[in-house]
């Protein structure tokens, strides 16, 4: 029997939704990170500053389930139940039953989950400054700054998670377009992958480079992130590279011949990034915010 994931939450379009342990690291990153700049601006909370900075963590996660959820609800409604979502160390991921049939339908359950990410900040947005207007809450209070953090996550992981290129939903618009212009899904996989290569390198490029370019030294907790997030991306690009490739040779060797069991290239895939089954989402640490 397959180990569980993480720590069953309830289930969500029929799957069940799980939290990897590895999310504590998160968590506490996210919290020593931003506890010393939100005791900055309310100094009256003193050490429950760091229990805001752990509210942050809890919005993200929160955030990226509701991403997971829309790729999960978009992609049942096209008949392709999810497997499972896992909250991840670095986001999360739905793991569906299957592979999209068409590049619109792939598109869709792709777009979803940036989309609900924007719907998400949208609301947050109207509920600040609905609020704030009303005199329900202090503008430069802990429920504002929570509100704030609700936008700013948001937006971040729609357009991170808009990137064309694989393993981000992005990638999956790459690989539709390919898809769609040459009939060839294993082409357009591939071709998502290598713009997710080019992602990888530019990610860490830019982070370290536009800095230098403005005559300023490099924010070293940014450079380490955006280096971390440019391995796990060339990582995950190389799969789906390899995956296309394999996928691609299989198919030429089909149609020379009938293949043996194991060379099935419509076999469920197993990996995150195994062509169209997975989605994922990417958090990156918020911009910092100014109450
Ligand atoms: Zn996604």
């Avoid at 996210?30 to 050490?47: D, E, I, W």
């Avoid at 993200?60 to 991840?88: F, I, K």
Wanted: a positive charge; aromatic letters at 4%; charged letters at 15%.
């Amino acid at each position: 029997m397959t180990p569980r994931p993480g720590l069953p939450l309830g289930r969500i379009a029929g799957a069940p939704v799980y939290l990897s342990p590895a999310w504590v690291l998160i968590a506490a990153v996210v919290m020593l990170t931003f506890g010393p700049q939100v005791r900055r601006l309310l100094p009256s909370l003193g050490a429950g500053a760091y229990l805001v900075a752990l509210g942050y963590a809890v919005i993200l996660a929160v955030s990226v389930l509701v991403h997971e959820a829309a790729h999960a609800m978009v992609g049942r409604a096209q008949g392709l139940p999810a497997e499972e979502v896992v909250l991840t160390l670095w986001g999360g991921h739905t793991q569906f039953r299957g592979l999209h049939t068409t590049p619109l339908g792939s598109v869709a359950t792709a777009l979803a989950g940036p989309a609900s990410n924007l719907a998400l900040a949208g609301l947050a947005w109207a509920a600040l400054g609905l609020t704030e207007a009303a005199g329900l809450i202090d503008g430069r209070g802990v429920a504002s700054l929570l509100l704030q953090m609700t936008v700013w996550a948001n937006v971040l992981l729609a357009a991170f998670n808009a990137l064309p290129g694989l393993p981000l939903d992005g990638g999956r618009m790459v690989e539709s377009a390919v898809w769609a212009a040459t009939g060839s899904r294993d082409r357009g996989t591939e071709a998502a992958g290598w713009s997710g290569r080019v992602l990888a390198l530019a990610v860490p490029a830019l982070a370290v480079g536009l800095p230098l370019l403005r005559g300023d030294a490099p924010d070293l907790l940014v450079a380490a992130l955006a280096l971390w997030v440019g391995l796990m991306l060339w990582q995950g690009a190389g799969r789906a590279v390899a995956v296309g490739r394999r996928r691609r040779l299989l198919d030429d060797l089909r149609q020379e011949g009938p293949p043996s069991p194991e060379q099935r290239p419509d076999a469920a895939p197993t990996d995150p990034t195994d062509s169209a089954a997975a989605h994922t989402a990417r958090p990156c640490l918020p911009k910092e915010h100014r109450a």
